[in-house]
Each structure stands twice: as structure tokens, then as C-alpha cells.
């Protein structure tokens, strides 16, 4: 049932969804109700929710707010009502939230919601800001230990690398991350629209990777399934099956030889003998793309035999693609970082820009090696 309490504020600041303010808001109605449901299959237990459905009007921008607060109950001890704590949802205007619920996805999810505040304030930096920081937040989500170690180009070159995001979504999170530079150290301005695209596309690299597996996840467990496991296990294949698959490295159809090198590279064999194999793939072939994420989900193994193609294979197609590459393996690796700044000065122009490229990926490390070597 909804009362009407025109002229009554709020007891606490409410945030509005619509201009993002937090003030004491005018209570148009209030309404509760109790829902109960079942929570076994002989219907002996229930459990119950307390709602109350609250309009409010915000002072500042003049519009609606809907907001449904809800709270689990005991349905056989009401004195435990209170333990649960009361959780609250906006019906109107509605906001996104993230379907992972876990400790895990919270700090994600409360970054996210700085940005979404910021943006209503109009506050179009600060919300670009937070949204590189939801990114370098996504990154730790699935690995920890890298968010000490690497900066966020590796990371996320890292999390393509796992098949955690594709080649797409890697360029979005790249551009979000150069994004929120320009906001933190210069004084380039965002505008209203340029600010609400990366707040959508951090939304949906969030959503991608988080929220869709952990949807897919809840459904197969529905449905009583489970996700399919990949064998990687060196021991599923015999010698005799690894042994034609090397020999298949030099055949002479292409397609031959890269499925063969993807094949040893997915069970990390004979790393040595598909390196070169998939650096010649992309020198003009249809398996170029193919072969260079091949290259790049080998890693830092990979390194030596790419800084061996950047400086001395006759191809510049194949020295640039060893570039870009390493741009995305290279990370404080001096190396790495020696080998490009001297591929600035090739007698291939495209192989100087990817160089170029390169090094502005692997980022500050890049700077001093730039300035001994040039």
C-alpha cells in the first residue's frame, strides 16, 4: 500500500540517479510489503523478504527516484530480522549492476560506481579516471600477483594472452587505459559524449569478462552441467603423434604448418622449432593473425627467437610483426627494449612505426633505453 508524504525529506542524503547529487530528498510515497518463497522442494522451509518501495524527488534536478529497499527475514523468528541487513535498488531510473555479487567483483564494481557518479556530476576526468582504474581493478581480479610486478599494457596483453579478452576488447582496455593518462597528466579535456562512451565500453569489458561467465556459470549449474575442460596434458599425446606433428612443420602448405605449430605451441613443445615456423606465417599469409596471437600466447619464451627475427630476418613484414609482438611481451626486458629503439632506424618504414608502437606500449621502462640508444 502507498502513502503519500508530500512535504517530508528523507532522514539521511540520497544519491540521485539522475543528476547524481546526494542530498536530503522529499518523500512523495512509501509502500512495504513481505514476499515468501520456497527454498526446498517438499516446501517445508521458507524464506522471506521484507521490501519497502520508496518515491522520492530530487531538490536539485526536480526528477523521480524509485528506490526499493529489501531485506531477508526468518520466517519462523521475526527477532531475527534485523541480522540480515536491509540492501537497496533503484526500479526508476534504473541502474546497471553487475550480476557478480562476490567479495572478489566488489571493488570492480565500486570503482565502476565512481565513474557513474562522476559522469552525473558532470565531473568528466574524474570519471575517466575511475575508469582506467576499473581496468587496472579487472586485471588483479584474475591475477593478483601481476598488478605488483607489470604495468597495465602487460596486463592486459596478458589477459588476451589467457583468452580472458580477444583482440578486440584488448583494443578497447588499451585506449581506456591511454585515456585515463591524458586525464591524470594533461590538460586535455573530455567532453560530455567522449566521457559516456568509456563509461560504456568499461561497462562492457567489466560485463565480458566478469559477469558473462559468471551468468554462464550459474546457468550450466541449472542445468546440472558443467564447462567443458581442455586436455593440455603433454601425456594425451603419444611420441609418435608429437613426432608427425614436427615433421608437418615442413610441409609445404601453409595450413598444414600452422595447425601443426598451434598444436605444439597449445602443449608448449618444441617451442623452438614452431617459433620460427609461425614467424614466417606472417609474411603475408591468411594465417598471419593467427600466427602472431600463436606468438604471443607462447610468452616470454618466445622473446629470444623474435629478437633474432627483428634483427635479422630478410622480411620487413616479418620484422614488423616481430615488433608489435614484442611490444606486448617485452615489458623490462632491456633486451626487448634495445632491439626496437635500434629497429627505429631500419630501412623498412612500416618496421620503424611498429617499433615505434612497440615501445610506446612497454611505456616509461622504454625512455632510458630510448635515450642510451638512439
Not at 546457468?219 to 611420441?239: F, I, Q
Not at 600452422?258 to 614452431?274: F, H, M
Not at 615501445?359 to 625512455?367: C, M, N, S, T, Y
Amino acid at each position: 500500500m502507498m502513502k503519500s508524504k508530500k512535504d517530508k525529506l528523507t532522514q539521511w542524503p540520497i544519491r540521485c540517479e539522475h543528476c547524481g547529487n546526494k542530498t536530503l530528498m522529499e518523500i512523495i510515497s512509501e509502500g512495504d510489503y513481505q514476499k515468501y518463497t520456497y527454498v526446498d522442494s517438499d516446501g517445508s522451509d521458507y524464506e522471506g523478504l521484507n521490501y519497502e518501495i520508496n518515491t522520492y524527488c530530487c531538490p536539485n534536478c526536480k526528477q523521480f527516484n524509485i528506490v526499493q529497499y529489501y531485506q531477508k527475514f526468518d520466517f519462523y523468528s521475526e527477532e531475527n530480522i534485523e541480522q540480515y541487513g536491509w540492501n537497496a535498488q533503484y526500479l526508476y531510473p534504473y541502474r546497471k549492476e553487475f550480476a557478480d555479487s562476490s567479495n572478489e567483483a566488489k571493488n570492480i564494481k565500486d570503482i565502476y560506481r565512481d565513474a557513474e557518479i562522476s559522469f552525473k556530476i558532470e565531473l568528466y576526468s574524474l570519471s575517466v579516471i575511475a575508469c582506467r582504474k576499473t581496468v587496472e581493478l579487472l586485471c588483479s581480479y584474475f591475477d593478483n600477483e601481476q598488478s605488483q610486478s607489470y604495468n597495465l599494457v602487460r596486463k592486459l596483453a596478458i589477459m588476451r594472452d589467457k583468452g580472458i579478452i580477444d583482440n578486440k576488447l584488448y583494443d578497447w582496455a588499451y585506449f581506456l587505459r591511454i585515456f585515463g593518462n591524458e586525464a591524470v597528466h594533461t590538460n586535455k579535456k573530455f567532453s560530455k559524449e567522449d566521457a559516456k562512451d568509456i563509461l560504456d565500453f568499461t561497462y562492457v569489458l567489466v560485463e565480458y569478462c566478469i559477469d558473462f561467465d559468471y551468468k554462464f556459470t550459474k546457468l550450466l549449474e541449472r542445468r546440472g552441467k558443467s564447462k567443458p575442460l581442455l586436455d593440455n596434458n603433454v601425456n594425451t599425446l603419444t611420441e609418435e603423434v608429437v613426432n608427425i606433428l614436427v615433421q608437418s612443420l615442413n610441409a609445404g602448405e601453409a595450413s598444414v604448418r600452422y595447425y601443426a605449430a598451434s598444436t605444439l605451441a597449445q602443449i608448449n613443445l618444441e617451442l623452438d622449432k614452431i617459433i620460427p615456423v609461425l614467424l614466417n606465417l606472417t609474411d603475408r599469409t591468411k594465417f598471419s593473425p593467427n600466427a602472431i596471437n600463436c606468438l604471443k600466447s607462447i610468452g616470454l619464451n618466445a622473446i629470444p627467437e623474435l629478437i633474432k627475427a627483428l634483427e635479422t630476418n630478410s622480411s620487413h613484414n616479418v620484422r614488423a610483426a616481430a615488433a608489435t609482438i614484442l611490444g606486448d611481451l617485452g615489458n623490462n626486458n632491456i633486451d626487448v627494449m634495445t632491439s626496437l629503439v635500434k629497429s627505429l632506424k631500419d630501412t623498412n618504414d612500416e618496421v620503424q612505426y611498429k617499433a615505434a608502437m612497440a615501445l610506446e606500449k612497454i611505456g616509461v621502462d622504454a625512455i632510458i633505453t630510448f635515450a642510451q640508444n638512439v
